[in-house]
């Protein structure tokens, strides 16, 4: 598997998404809440940067992010989403608080994407 990281847009995306759904995300929200979209945007992005460099066994620094609104349709945020998750998918990430967070919010959006289906609406429940 090969890992690169992320535009710095992809991460911009999500916290714009966060921002508007607030409500519904309580882990991540309560951080966005508590730290606010810099700092989140910061931790999301060196999360990326560590499973990339413990892939790669380097030592490449994350630079400072600082938030831009990058409003998205749900679909490109959902994309952007399973996107930056496959590229954490190294080393001890994936059992960090931060990108469960984020695989909770995958499974969130999702969730809400399919329950809005007229197909997933007319299946039988049985």
């Not at 409003?71 to 998750?85: A, D, I």
């Amino acid at each position: 598997m090969s890992a690169w990281i992320v535009d710095k847009s992809n991460i911009d995306q999500l916290i714009t998404y966060i921002a508007y759904k607030i409500e519904k995300y309580a882990g991540i929200g309560q951080m966005y809440l508590y730290i606010g979209p810099d700092k989140l945007g910061q931790k999301i992005w060196k999360l990326n940067h560590d499973a990339v460099n413990q892939r790669y066994n380097e030592q490449v620094k994350c630079p400072k992010y600082e938030f831009e609104s990058r409003k998205s349709s749900v679909f490109q945020v959902l994309k952007s989403l399973h996107c930056l998750t496959y590229q954490c998918a190294e080393g001890n990430v994936p059992r960090r608080k931060l990108y469960k967070f984020l695989t909770q919010l995958e499974h969130e959006i999702e969730y809400g994407i399919i329950n809005k289906l007229k197909a997933y609406e007319d299946a039988k429940w049985e």
